[in-house]
């Protein structure tokens, strides 16, 4: 009897409906979400952590660390963008490793036995007797006829489909992105150091009458604010230029502008009146 066929093409079709699809693609999509949700974990840490918002306008502002520390006997403040001294949370998947085994086994075993056996059997079944002179002769016949035959048939068959699959995943902190890192060395770049009660300039202390006074104010986190400069003292026509508030055709007399928590007092002098005397070259603040 052949061997049949059947289990081992069972086991192959078993080893052929493995989703192997399924089984590798599976993994490989749950590590693209996880970098994506990685990914959205990073910017919702920047937004809201490292900017603010302004509820009027929507512009948005890096968020600055200040303290306060002594410099040269002054008080001074530093201001630091928080990103640049917070890591960032950056998760990134290095490798993804997927071992897959698929074990499939099968067997089959026939057996055939098949018995035939025949015998005869002679010795009279009936009774013969002859008589010679003196003689006499009896004879029994007996005849046996048998036949056998017997036949044994077995068929066994057994398949077996075994599948693992291991999947490792390795991830850890992974290098900025360059969009992301040109922007940290910017706000790195941006650190100022600046005077705690802010700082007011003006281009010279003395000047002629009819010359252009310009004073310049940062405020104590070091941002120009022009528009806190005010006149105090005198009648000065002020505005606005960029950074700067300018003065012109000034007359004779002095002048006080404040800003926050400084003040600079300009003397502006008669020219007719006295045209030896020169205007002092640089500016200092007066507290």
């Known amino acids: 009897m052949a061997i049949s066929q059947i289990p081992a093409q069972m086991a192959t079709n078993a080893l052929?409906?493995?989703?192997?699809?399924?089984?590798?693609?599976?993994?490989?999509?749950?590590?693209?979400?996880?970098?994506?949700?990685a990914a959205q974990t990073s910017w919702d840490f920047i937004q809201k952590v490292g900017l603010n918002t302004d509820p009027k306008t929507g512009?948005?502002?890096?968020?600055?660390?200040?303290?306060?520390?002594?410099?040269?006997?002054r008080m001074m403040q530093i201001n630091v963008p928080l990103l640049t001294i917070v890591p960032i949370p950056y998760i990134a998947i290095n490798s993804v490793d997927i071992n897959f085994k698929a074990n499939v086994s099968a067997s089959s075993s026939s057996f055939s036995e098949n018995t035939q056996s025949s015998s005869v059997e002679a010795g009279g079944?009936?009774?013969?007797?002859?008589?010679?002179f003196l003689f006499k002769l009896e004879a029994d016949l007996k005849a046996n006829y048998s036949s056998k035959k017997d036949s044994k048939a077995t068929e066994e068959s057994k398949y077996s489909v075994e599948?693992?699959?291991?999947v490792a995943v390795k991830a850890?902190?992974?290098?900025?992105?360059?969009?992301?890192?040109?922007?940290?060395?910017?706000?790195?770049?941006?650190?100022?150091?600046?005077?705690?009660?802010?700082t007011l300039e003006a281009s010279a202390l003395v000047l002629d009458s009819g010359d252009t006074l310009i004073l310049t104010y940062k405020d104590r986190n070091g941002l120009f604010a022009p528009?806190?400069?005010?006149?105090?003292?005198?009648?000065?026509?002020?505005?606005?230029?960029?950074?700067?508030?300018?003065?012109?055709?000034l007359t004779a007399g002095k002048y006080t502008f404040k800003a926050g928590d400084r003040e600079v007092t300009v003397e502006v002098?008669?020219?007719?009146?006295?045209?030896?005397e020169k205007n002092e070259p640089a500016a200092k603040e007066e507290k």
Not at 63 to 70: K, M
Not at 125 to 132: I, V
Not at 163 to 166: A, C, E, L, R, V
Not at 270 to 276: E, M, Y
């Open 59 to 73: 512009e948005r502002q890096a968020v600055n660390v200040s303290f306060s520390f002594n410099q040269g006997g």
């Open 269 to 276: 002098k008669d020219k007719k009146a006295d045209k030896g």
């Open 172 to 198: 850890g902190q992974e290098s900025m992105p360059a969009g992301l890192a040109k922007v940290l060395e910017m706000l790195s770049n941006a650190m100022d150091v600046s005077d705690a009660k802010g």
């Open 163 to 166: 599948s693992t699959i291991d």
């Open 16 to 37: 052929q409906a493995i989703p192997f699809s399924s089984m590798i693609g599976g993994p490989l999509k749950a590590c693209i979400e996880a970098q994506a949700m």
């Open 125 to 132: 079944t009936g009774k013969a007797t002859l008589n010679l």
């Open 227 to 249: 528009k806190e400069i005010v006149c105090t003292a005198g009648n000065a026509t002020t505005k606005v230029a960029d950074d700067n508030v300018v003065c012109e055709k």
